[in-house]
Nanobody
Framework: QVQLVESGGGLVQAGESLRLSCAAS????????FGWYRQAPGKQRESVAA???????TSADSVKGRFTISRDNAKNTVYLQMNSLKPEDTAVYYC???????????????WGQGTQVTVSS
């Protein structure tokens, strides 16, 4: 079974930085891609950034130039570096992975538990 464990959330002031981490585990799975989503209360969940197995990255227009996604393949860990944080970045942040079960070759999307990021003005 795939498990995603997120960490690094917290309370910061506008203009400060934060780095989120997400460690993936699952002995019978390969992790094909990673992504970060966020959701504020009463708002739709939105994609923040994504990273494919080939190293291609994408990010939402609202965070371009401020957020960067990266990975450590040896640790099966993905990071989200968040700089110049704004109050509107306040949300629960979720990491995802599209993982392939090597026993069945079926790919599914898995979600972490979420970590709270609060940016005060």
């Amino acid at each position: 079974q795939v498990q995603l464990v997120e960490s690094g959330g917290g309370l910061v002031q506008a203009g400060e930085s934060l780095r989120l981490s997400c460690a993936a585990s699952g002995s019978t799975f390969s992790f094909d891609s990673f992504g970060w989503y966020r959701q504020a209360p009463g708002k739709q969940r939105e994609s923040v950034a994504a990273l494919t197995s080939g190293g291609t990255t994408t990010s939402a227009d609202s965070v371009k130039g401020r957020f960067t996604i990266s990975r450590d393949n040896a640790k099966n860990t993905v990071y989200l570096q968040m700089n110049s944080l704004k109050p509107e970045d306040t949300a629960v942040y979720y990491c995802t992975t599209d993982a392939t079960d090597t026993r069945t070759y079926r790919q599914r999307r898995y979600w972490g538990q979420g970590t709270q990021v609060t940016v005060s003005s």
